[in-house]
């Protein structure tokens, strides 16, 4: 377990950022207890200073998890947003879209997003904006990135897709064992 | 009653202030050299004893130089001005190592060519007044605000005489970085060509030692032959005070957002605010009623006149 450096704060504060934007200040700047986050065998955990404190004392290879896992660095540098971020995500998030009961299932299996499912959209999405998916009782399914603008979804077909898929909370189940 | 006794008697509970040794006293640095030789026999039999007289003597002859100095009182009491001092301390950083001559600068010093310093400003007979001879307002950029100049009689038909001006001016600059990129360039591989070459071999063995199948693990290891070292890697201590490190990462957060601003202001324009205030263009499309701005500052106008008419028709 260590700090970032700043390389790797840099890329995890851009990827973050695409979703919450400015309120990642919210994540850093908290007022109830400082919050930090840890790298452990390439996982990023956004851990309670308390919680790290502790979690010092206990030796590397011992050491599963910490705090939430926000994601993990690959083996080039990139960072993968894990579906256990969705908690902080989905209460910062900027942009939102929600869906509809029947897109659901496709969306919790992995597929992407299309017109046909979209209940609502936060209005002027722009392209290529990373958004967090709820369902039409506002729980949140996922995230992913939008393909168009909320302007150019009016004149697609029903078919088109509309958020690219990147997590959902079925891969609780389908990558259990990879996850954490 | 002779109170002289008892002066004495307390007199003579205190040492003398006076010191029988020679010192080299310093009062600017307040610094005392004791240089006489080390009296064998008190130094053997108590250590202690002879090393504090020493300092206290060494004291006392520095006190009783800064008691001779000038006195004059101020409102935090009597002041006395140290001198200047006069031991030369050693120099605690070795002498900088002297810049790499430019390629002008050896042709000078071989010529015998003395650099003269031109002055920022010079005077404009114009204006009457001391301008910068370059930069802002400066002379050099006279000939591109002119309201009238002469072209030479071979001119193109398009010859803008200020544009003219300002790409000579511009190649000027350009030529000058060229060649201070150059005298970079050759100051850097004129630094210690023999370290250089050094480093160079060391390198070149280090990637052959380990270019065999086994990359280098079962090679016949020579005599005095070192274990390649790679890069240590240095990272945070994990218990940095959170406070340093919530500050750290608002500061690279900070630093995303300036680079990041250029493109937000470019959304800002479209109307899609990034800064989380109000989304002009949504803004506009709702009190529009989705007419768009134009729209919208016609009927503005038109419910001025209107108003008007109203009252004018009461």
Same mark, same amino acid.
């Given at each position: 377990?260590?700090?970032?450096?700043?390389?790797?704060? @840099? %890329?995890?504060?851009? =990827? +973050?950022?695409?979703?919450?934007?400015?309120? &990642?200040? #919210?994540?850093?700047?908290?007022?109830?207890?400082?919050?930090?986050?840890?790298?452990?065998?390439?996982?990023?955990?956004?851990?309670?200073?308390?919680?790290?404190?502790?979690?010092?004392?206990?030796?590397?290879?011992?050491?599963?998890?910490?705090?939430?896992?926000?994601?993990?660095?690959? @083996? %080039?540098?990139?960072? =993968? +947003?894990?579906?256990?971020?969705?908690?902080? &995500?989905? #209460?910062?998030?900027?942009?939102?879209?929600?869906?509809?009961?029947?897109?659901?299932?496709?969306?919790?299996?992995?597929?992407?997003?299309?017109?046909?499912?979209?209940?609502?959209?936060?209005?002027?999405?722009?392209?290529?904006?990373?958004?967090?998916?709820?369902?039409?009782?506002?729980?949140?399914?996922?995230?992913?990135?939008?393909?168009?603008?909320?302007?150019?979804?009016?004149?697609?077909?029903?078919?088109?897709?509309?958020?690219?898929?990147?997590?959902?909370?079925?891969?609780?189940?389908?990558?259990?064992?990879?996850?954490? | 009653?002779?109170?002289?006794?008892?002066?004495?008697?307390?007199?003579?509970?205190?040492?003398?202030?006076?010191?029988?040794?020679?010192?080299?006293?310093?009062?600017?640095?307040?610094?005392?050299?004791?240089?006489?030789?080390?009296?064998?026999?008190?130094?053997?039999?108590?250590?202690?004893?002879?090393?504090?007289?020493?300092?206290?003597?060494?004291?006392?002859?520095?006190?009783?130089?800064?008691?001779?100095?000038?006195?004059?009182?101020?409102?935090?009491?009597?002041?006395?001005?140290?001198?200047?001092?006069?031991?030369?301390?050693?120099?605690?950083?070795?002498?900088?190592?002297?810049?790499?001559?430019?390629?002008?600068?050896?042709?000078?010093?071989?010529?015998?060519?003395?650099?003269?310093?031109?002055?920022?400003?010079?005077?404009?007979?114009?204006?009457?007044?001391?301008?910068?001879?370059?930069?802002?307002?400066?002379?050099?950029?006279?000939?591109?605000?002119?309201?009238?100049?002469?072209?030479?009689?071979?001119?193109?038909?398009?010859?803008?005489?200020?544009?003219?001006?300002?790409?000579?001016?511009?190649?000027?600059?350009?030529?000058?970085?060229?060649?201070?990129?150059?005298?970079?360039?050759r100051a850097q591989k004129a630094?210690?060509?023999?370290?250089?070459?050094?480093?160079?071999?060391?390198?070149?063995?280090?990637?052959?030692?380990?270019?065999?199948?086994?990359?280098?693990?079962?090679?016949?290891?020579?005599?005095?032959?070192?274990?390649?070292?790679?890069?240590?890697?240095?990272?945070?201590?994990?218990?940095?005070?959170?406070?340093?490190?919530?500050?750290?990462?608002?500061?690279?957060?900070?630093?995303?957002?300036?680079?990041?601003?250029?493109?937000?202001?470019?959304?800002?324009?479209?109307?899609?605010?990034?800064?989380?205030?109000?989304?002009?263009?949504?803004?506009?499309?709702?009190?529009?009623?989705?007419?768009?701005?134009?729209?919208?500052?016609r009927s503005a106008s038109t419910?001025?006149?209107?108003?008007?008419?109203?009252?004018?028709?009461?």
């Amino acid at each position: 377990m260590r700090p970032l450096t700043e390389e790797e704060t @840099k %890329t995890l504060f851009t =990827k +973050l950022a695409n979703y919450i934007g400015k309120n &990642l200040t #919210q994540l850093i700047d908290r007022s109830d207890e400082d919050y930090c986050f840890r790298l452990h065998k390439d996982r990023v955990f956004y851990v309670s200073e308390s919680a790290m404190r502790l979690a010092i004392s206990v030796a590397r290879p011992n050491l599963i998890s910490l705090g939430t896992c926000f994601g993990k660095f690959s @083996k %080039t540098g990139k960072f =993968k +947003l894990h579906i256990t971020a969705l908690d902080y &995500l989905a #209460q910062y998030a900027k942009y939102k879209v929600w869906i509809k009961p029947n897109g659901e299932m496709p969306f919790l299996y992995g597929n992407h997003v299309v017109k046909a499912h979209l209940g609502r959209i936060t209005e002027d999405t722009p392209e290529h904006q990373g958004v967090v998916v709820y369902n039409m009782s506002d729980i949140p399914l996922g995230f992913g990135v939008t393909a168009r603008s909320t302007a150019d979804t009016r004149k697609l077909d029903p078919t088109a897709i509309l958020v690219f898929h990147q997590s959902d909370v079925g891969e609780y189940l389908r990558d259990e064992d990879t996850l954490f | 009653m002779d109170v002289s006794t008892l002066l004495q008697a307390q007199n003579d509970k205190f040492k003398s202030i006076e010191v029988d040794k020679e010192h080299e006293i310093d009062p600017g640095l307040l610094l005392v050299s004791d240089l006489n030789p080390i009296d064998a026999e008190a130094h053997e039999a108590n250590l202690e004893d002879h090393l504090q007289s020493t300092a206290r003597d060494g004291v006392q002859a520095l006190l009783a130089a800064l008691f001779s100095l000038p006195i004059h009182s101020s409102p935090d009491g009597p002041v006395a001005k140290l001198p200047a001092p006069t031991y030369e301390l050693p120099r605690a950083k070795p002498l900088p190592k002297p810049k790499p001559q430019t390629k002008w600068e050896r042709f000078a010093s071989a010529k015998g060519i003395q650099h003269s310093v031109k002055d920022k400003k010079v005077w404009d007979e114009e204006k009457q007044d001391w301008v910068n001879r370059w930069g802002r307002y400066g002379k050099n950029k006279e000939l591109e605000d002119q309201w009238l100049t002469e072209v030479p009689a071979n001119a193109d038909v398009d010859f803008d005489p200020a544009k003219d001006a300002k790409t000579k001016r511009k190649e000027v600059i350009a030529k000058n970085t060229k060649q201070r990129d150059a005298n970079l360039a050759r100051a850097q591989k004129a630094a210690d060509p023999k370290e250089s070459r050094k480093k160079e071999i060391e390198s070149t063995l280090q990637s052959t030692r380990k270019s065999t199948a086994s990359m280098g693990k079962f090679d016949k290891k020579l005599d005095g032959e070192k274990k390649i070292r790679g890069i240590k890697r240095k990272f945070e201590p994990a218990e940095v005070s959170a406070a340093n490190e919530r500050k750290s990462s608002l500061a690279i957060l900070a630093g995303l957002e300036g680079s990041s601003a250029k493109k937000a202001r470019r959304a800002e324009q479209d109307g899609q605010g990034a800064s989380d205030v109000v989304n002009v263009r949504k803004a506009v499309k709702f009190a529009s009623g989705g007419k768009g701005s134009h729209s919208l500052a016609r009927s503005a106008s038109t419910q001025k006149g209107k108003t008007s008419f109203k009252k004018g028709k009461r």
